[in-house]
């Protein structure tokens, strides 16, 4: 996320929001978001919206992890996708006034901004840089649903692992930091937590990363994307390792 889609502003209480629905809103419309916005501290583990829930809020997360859970009716569960902060959710839900599909959760202690869906709603209205950029972001929420389609059946564990890291690096080198459970990391990408820690162990050994507890070091970007590159030939069947 550039610059400019993080800028940030404050809201009523003082706390500073960033994230790119609020930096295309006009001052009018900033004004009318968070109004009647409140603060929040979650700590890890805890729920944030339940699966079926009414959308009767718009968060905006600023510090922590979020992960966008799915259980059936038997109540077997994944995870969905892992939301960083500066990220809107559920957006297309407080839109459209329908109820949330997945559950949202702390992955890590978290710092939020709650926003009333109708607020949202009436600025989106009244704002069509407003509107037009929920639309962008609904659109990149789709398109990385997509590209998880994609890595399951072209990719093989190791190279998901990789491709993971690479999306929160964009430095040639340097730190990750993975704030999350590594069950949940694990869960969106498809895998089992074990197979999860022999990818990354794999990697570890091949020169192309070092592992700490809650961080990995990248000596070379360049060397871990040619690692996550699919193979030719690979599955066209989804898999789960």
Known sequence: MDETAMQ?????????????????????????LLMNAHALAVPRGRLII???AEADRLFILLQGS??????????AATMV????????FPLSAALLRLPHPVSATA?????????????????????????????????????????????????DATQRAARFLLRRLSAP??????PEPRGA???????????????????????????????VDVPDRAALLRAAQPRAGASQGARRV
């Open 8 to 32: 940030a502003t404050r809201g009523s209480g003082g706390v500073k929001v960033t994230g790119p629905l609020l930096a295309a809103a006009s001052a009018e419309a900033r004004v009318r």
């Open 50 to 52: 339940a699966q079926d």
């Open 66 to 75: 979020v992960g966008l859970g799915f259980a059936d009716e038997d109540g």
């Open 81 to 88: 996708e892992i939301l960083a902060p500066g990220e809107a």
């Open 107 to 155: 992955l890590a202690p978290c710092r939020l901004v709650a926003i009333p869906a109708e607020d949202l709603r009436e600025a989106a209205a009244a704002d069509p840089a407003l509107m037009h950029t929920a639309i962008e972001q609904m659109t990149r929420q789709w398109r990385l649903l997509a590209d998880q389609v994609v890595d399951l059946k072209t990719r």
């Open 173 to 178: 080198r340097g730190a990750v930091e993975i």
């Open 185 to 215: 990391i694990a869960a969106r990408l498809g895998m089992t937590p074990e197979s999860l820690s022999r990818a990354l162990h794999g990697l570890e050994a091949a020169g192309l990363l070092r592992l700490h507890a809650r961080r």
